[in-house]
């Protein structure tokens, strides 16, 4: 069966449906060519030298893994030449990045996770590269991007999308006209197009949410879990199944293909910052994608979409998947907090 290429879709995507403009098409084409570069690299592991850690923490206070920074620096070189951004965000860097003036510079803005779930990295688990793209603000023009330009609502992504290195490597990508997956051919280098119009069944019987934490959980996700874990002599009469990868990537990539909700809520602790994931680069993407593939996504009360940052690692709770589940936690949470 001859599939179409990553290229072909962009080509006529821009053509015909007017959905990408060539300046994000050839975003898009140089990011996923950065991604088969970290594949490569990832999918080396002990034989290249690039498991383990460095010893040094992100802005997050993470500990950084080798291929956290390998991951960070092969997306800052592929795309800093093209012409087609004004600056980068990377959960990696404590500041913006803007493209350095011995290149062009364009109208667009990247966010990008480099390397999702690194918990997961020396343990030979997936993982992932998550990545958003902004539109350089009107009122920027004449002048070099700063943080605030960046700090954009999620409806404002033109295009969004991830790499899931895993027993396939995939890039699933959306450029707001649905949701489609390419699958890498590793011996051509291409990505070829291999699930078109992805999306998520309304109903689900699979949660996936960390559960040490559920002391920490406020009482609309304690409700939705207990009712989950009553099976079908509960309210939901069904039984539910439980996966938690802990990589957002991998948990998103199953719930996009199978159905579910995903869950990293909010905390109730006062120091639970607002959630552990990131606005910027983890949750609006993922969201911009969930909601394309007809799923639904909410930061516990409101459309994560429809945030206004404050910060570029600004976190928040995320809860999404399957229209009908995120719809009962959200009347969940919005019982105890009139909206
Ligand atoms: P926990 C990975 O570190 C990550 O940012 C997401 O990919 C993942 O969903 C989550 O954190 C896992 O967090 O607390 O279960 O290790």
Known sequence: MKHKTLTQYLVEQQREHKSVSADVRLLIET??????????????GALGGVLG????????????????????????EANEWGGSLAAMASEEMETIHPIPNEYPKGQNLLLFDPLDGSSNIDVNV???????ILQVPADAAGRDVTEADFLQPGTRQVAAGYAVYGPQTMLVLTVGAGVMGFTLDSEMGSWLLTHENIRIPEQTAEFAINMSNMRHWEAPVKRY????LQGESGPLGK?????????????VHRILNRGGIFMYPRDSRPSGHKGKLRLMYEANPMSFLVEQAGGRAIDGTKRILDIQPQAVHERTGVILGSRAEVERVQAYHQAVTPA
């Not at 879990?225 to 989950?228: Q, S, T």
């Not at 039984?239 to 948990?251: F, G, H, K, L, T």
């Open 31 to 44: 990011v996923s060519r950065a991604c088969k570069a970290i594949s490569t690299t990832v999918h080396k």
């Open 53 to 76: 850690s460095l010893g040094t923490e992100n802005v997050q206070g993470e500990i950084q893994k080798k291929l956290d920074v390998l991951s960070n620096e092969i997306l800052l």
């Open 126 to 132: 997936s993982i992932g590269t998550i990545f958003s």
């Open 225 to 228: 879990i207990d009712e989950c």
């Open 239 to 251: 039984n539910y199944n439980m996966r938690w990868i802990a990589s957002m990537v991998a948990d």
